[in-house]
């Protein structure tokens, strides 16, 4: 079993810094206009040929109120009907990309992202759901991990009952706060026993895993209240935890100028936050799987990191990272094979792409041979907190000491400071380190500068 994660004040502050979350190497900063349908269409075809099992995921991108918060690609109206165009060329679109791909490809994944998926009426989610069927090999036996994101104020028992009806076995549920003052000054008041009833739901209808989001950093928020919002959801069981720290980033998000920045936790209040939050979720038997994320012990998360098999994409930590992932929806990213190709982010640019019977694919990156050595070495290190070299120089042919040779005085540094134990065969992320390992990532990462730096939140 790993070891539990240590705090260390001191080296968090000297390591904490501004810095991708690595959902993907290279990062979506890099993606430009030169990648197009056509790249896509010879990816889907490498995939066809492969018989590469397949990740989808499809964006929902309305919302009936705002959280100010939010850093989503999202489309806020009170006008249901506003799906129905939507989703009329997000059909387009599956059948568009499905017949690029053999029918003998299962779907292993499946995830309904936001937005909020479930602003959809249950008449368009099972169309849905039958176009999706209709057009890939969705698993009929409930082994998929088949998931989707609910806002417990969307959804009462007759939604969850149909989610379940329709493949879902996952769940994942905003929270955030539970502190009625936090959620007045993020416009999302939502009570305890509005997301105890859909849990409640979830268990009874056999969905196999619930997760529920949490931030910390949120206006008004201090860490005695936030220590016992963490307590009721303790409580509530769920078998995943994701504890966000939240980035101001109002010049950016429009929404979050909604916030007044002088309500804002001090930097030593968030911190004392996390710690406070670590130390609760490990008394009650959560494991630290890494990036904010924390999973009991008997969760397909922990089990895939105790045997060095966890992944990440896009969709975060996955024991799918084998699958080529599909992205369908406005702003949606794929990652087939060494492409990565993202749908424009713009509403009424995705639909008129679509109506032309185009894609709407409009930016992305091929992975060079660089990228891909480095897009492995960083995989390693932020799910198993360890690095083989040998696993690196027999998987690309190179000589690894050699290759990272410039960054090794770095990683010494880090090695003293005691981050991580550094040898001629391995590196090992140390417990003090597990928190800071974006940090360690961030050496062996080629794009990044100051300039693109500030374009992340930061570690901790």
Known sequence: MLDDVRWDTDLIRRYDLAGPRYTSYPTAVQFDGTVGTFDLFHALRESRKALRPLSLYVHIPFCANICYYCACNKVITKDRGRALPYLQRLEQEIQLIACH??????????HFGGGTPTFLSHDELRQLMAQLRKSFNLLDDDSGDYGIEIDPREADWSTMGLLRELGFNRVSIGLQDLDPAVQRAVNRLQSLDETRAVIEAARTLQFRSINIDL??????QTPEHFARTVEEVIHLQPDRLSVFNYAHLPERFMPQRRINGDELPTPAQKLEMLQQTIEQLTQAGYRYIGMDHFALPDDELAIAQEE??????????????HCDLIGLGVSAISQIGDLYCQNSSDLNQYQSSLASAQLATNRGLLCTRDDRVRRAVIQQLICSFELEFAAIEQAFNLDFRGYFGPLWPQLQGMARDGLIELSDERITVLPAGRLLVRSVCMVFDAYLDQQNRQRFSRVI
């Open 101 to 110: 791909l053999d029918p003998a490809q299962k779907v292993e994944q499946l």
């Open 308 to 321: 060095s098999t966890l992944q990440r994409n896009f969709q975060g930590y996955t024991t799918h990272g």
């Open 215 to 220: 931030i910390y950093g949120l206006p008004r």
